[in-house]
């Protein structure tokens, strides 16, 4: 479901970082084939934070992952800023992730590596000039997420807490232009979840950073700019802040 | 030390040595695949040692020759095996031009018993003490008292000999010692060593050498030594030699190519040969499964964190460097105790068998690069597991 609005915009994408059109998918084979999403049709504002909800096996983290180039895109379209990603390349899909950030349930941080190294990770990707102030793009995020005394702390010397806290960092240091997040608070508590919503807010006014995120924490819903609602692999509600 | 070490990996990956920043967390598991590749480069430098040994203590007796060419019988491998060559050979062979002169080398296996009753195997040559068979001034040196009957020099290298018996020979009191139904007197000494069919030399004059070994024929040495005049090729006579003598019952050959018929003989037909080249795979083999056993432990253990590094965007050959990078380390790391506990065992086998184990230069390139190779290839195996690491999955 796509409001009308959305509709008129659809002939100009480049506005949208994600646009969604007649998107299905598909779990299985043969017999055991299953359909998961149906029809989808809605574009993602840019530097707003859209969240996805619905009952689990809504097809929310399918979406999730088809925008985030991380599944193929089988029937209909996602356009992701200004490239179609049915039919790409496993390198064009590659290339396009490192546009995004991830925030993952889990934190997924190398346990061999230190606070600063993992956050590190989410730089190196994009080259050697992106590595230049490394340190101190690392220890500013992680500073900001109240990290700056266990910079060289190895992930076995956090909490989960913390841990959380340096995947945000990780996700964030590369400055993406959209990131997705799954359960990103989880592990959180209020003061430290409300920090992490209200620097993903701020990069959505100040860098024009887009969130989509599955949540069903009732503090982030509130500071949602749009809250778009699954149930069985259809958008159901489509709620949009002023 | 580990902090320059990763400051000297990161600036050769050009990336965070991720590779080492993983064997190193879990000090227990890299401590035991270092322990693997070692072993595996213990069993593959012994082994290697061994055929060196073995070809080593092929070469020396052809070494002490003085001779540019040997005439053989046509059937012969090695100095001990083959039927003898008809003396008139040597007759002919000194008619061609360039050969300056001729010794008939006689060769035979005595039995020296100990007074323990152990017994030393010794490889006899029988030699004409008025012709310069040797290469070797200790041993011409001595040649005179090789003239009387039943004295013989001995190699004093000779294995499991008490160090005493040499010692009362250098201090001028002969041995004699049973053989063959006579009595030998061991008045000098020379040096080559034993190998690994025999456990020393002994000379003795060629008529000694008849007596002692009664069936032989005077007229029927093992081989004729050849000396050739100065500027004269080696592969011009030999060439030449072949064409003049009955192939059937007699081969020219340079000493060289004589070493290298002799040494592919014993490395590739003889057992003991074919089990050290059988070792050295086994070696190979173990230092593959160990070092895939590790990498793919490794792979699988950080899937998550790799399928989190592929969503953000790592490509494939990211992942392939990280685990190159781990099979290169345990294999230059594990080199490094392997080799030095080789050349430790290498001396300790060396001081107890008498065969010539030494760690060569190349050697150590060669297995150091093998290893390279072999850790190479398990982690080569052991990115198939890579696959698994699918970002999807994570949410």
Known sequence: ??????NSLATSTA????????????FGED????????DLDFAVDAGKLTVLMGASGSGKTTLLTLMGCL?????????????????ASEPTLVEKRRHLGFIFQAHNLHDSLTAMQNVRMGLEVHGERAMAHWQDAAAHLLSALGLQERLDYLPAKLSGGQKQRVAVARALVGNPDIVFADEPTAALDKDTGAVVVHMLKQLGR????????????????????RIITLEDGRIVDDLRRP | MMRRLEAFFEKLTGRLPIGWLQLVHNKMRFGAALAGVAFADILILMQLGFMGGLVDSIKFPYHQMSADLILSASDMNTLADGGPVPRQRMYEALAVSGVKSASPLYYGKIDWKQPDGTVRTLDTFGIDPARVTFATPEINAQLDVLKLPDMALLDRRTRNVPKAVFQRIDAGQPIT??????TLTVEKLFSIGGGMTTDGYLIVSDQTFLNLFPQRAAGAPNHILLRLDAGVSRDAVAMELRQRLPGYDTAARTIDEAITKDTAYQTTQRPVGIVFGFGVAIGILVGCIIVYQVLSTDVADHIREYATFKAIGYPQSFFLGIVFEEALILAVFGFIPGVIVAMLLYALVS????????????????VLIGTMAMCMISGAVATRKLARANPADLF
Do not use: C
Not at chain 1, 15 to 26: A, E, F, K, N, T
Not at chain 1, 206 to 225: C, P, Q, S
């Open chain 1, 1 to 6: 479901m796509i409001d009308t609005a959305d």
């Open chain 1, 15 to 26: 506005s949208y970082p994600i646009v969604v059109r007649d998107l299905g998918h598909w």
């Open chain 1, 31 to 38: 017999e055991a084939r299953k359909q998961v999403l149906f």
């Open chain 1, 71 to 87: 599944r193929r895109v089988e029937q209909g379209s996602v356009m992701l800023l200004g490239s179609e990603l049915h039919g």
């Open chain 1, 206 to 225: 100040e860098r024009g950073t887009t969130t989509v995120m599955v949540t069903h924490d009732n503090r982030i819903l509130e500071l949602a700019d």
């Open chain 2, 177 to 182: 010692f049973e053989a063959k139904g006579r």
């Open chain 2, 351 to 366: 001081s107890v068998t008498g065969l010539p184990l030494n760690m060569t230069l190349v050697r150590a390139i060669s």
